[in-house]
Each structure stands twice: as structure tokens, then as C-alpha cells.
């Protein structure tokens, strides 16, 4: 193997990470810098917020019914 060649390519595997490093870097600090706009501009004009209504399933208020559908259901299995 030719020193030079390894000498070469060395050289342009760390060109090319440095490049990707700075890429990456840039990106990192763009994101930030947008989140900081987007932070800003929800603050000028915030998003109206709408309220769900969930209703909620009242629970088995007679244990005996729900005791008598359990075995009612056991019953079956056996059967």
C-alpha cells in the first residue's frame, strides 16, 4: 500500500466528517434558533384552546348485579 494514497484518503475521511460535523452543528443551532421564533410568534398569536368534553362511564353502581353477571359468565364457561 502506497503511503500517499493512505495519506489521501485520511485526509478526505476527515474532510468529510468535518463537513458533516459542521452540517450537523448548523442544524442544531437553526432548530434552536426556529423553536426560539415559533416560541415567540405563539406568544403574539396564541392558538385558541378548545376544551373536550369527555363523559365517563358511571361505574356498576350494584356490586350484587355485577357479582351475579360474574358468575352468570363463569355459569357459561362451565356449561
Given at each position: 500500500?502506497?503511503?500517499?494514497?493512505?495519506n489521501?484518503?485520511?485526509?478526505?475521511?476527515?474532510?468529510?466528517?468535518?463537513?458533516?460535523?459542521?452540517?450537523?452543528?448548523?442544524?442544531?443551532?437553526?432548530?434552536?434558533?426556529?423553536?426560539?421564533?415559533?416560541?415567540?410568534?405563539?406568544?403574539?398569536?396564541?392558538?385558541?384552546?378548545?376544551?373536550?368534553?369527555?363523559?365517563?362511564k358511571?361505574?356498576?353502581?350494584?356490586?350484587?348485579?355485577?357479582?351475579?353477571?360474574?358468575?352468570?359468565?363463569?355459569?357459561?364457561?362451565?356449561?
Amino acid at each position: 500500500m502506497n503511503m500517499t494514497t493512505l495519506n489521501d484518503g485520511l485526509a478526505l475521511l476527515a474532510i468529510g466528517m468535518g463537513f458533516v460535523l459542521a452540517f450537523l452543528v448548523l442544524l442544531i443551532f437553526g432548530m434552536m434558533f426556529m423553536s426560539k421564533i415559533v416560541l415567540w410568534l405563539n406568544k403574539l398569536f396564541p392558538e385558541a384552546v378548545e376544551e373536550v368534553k369527555t363523559t365517563v362511564k358511571k361505574a356498576a353502581s350494584n356490586v350484587d348485579e355485577a357479582i351475579a353477571v360474574a358468575i352468570a359468565a363463569i355459569m357459561a364457561k362451565r356449561s
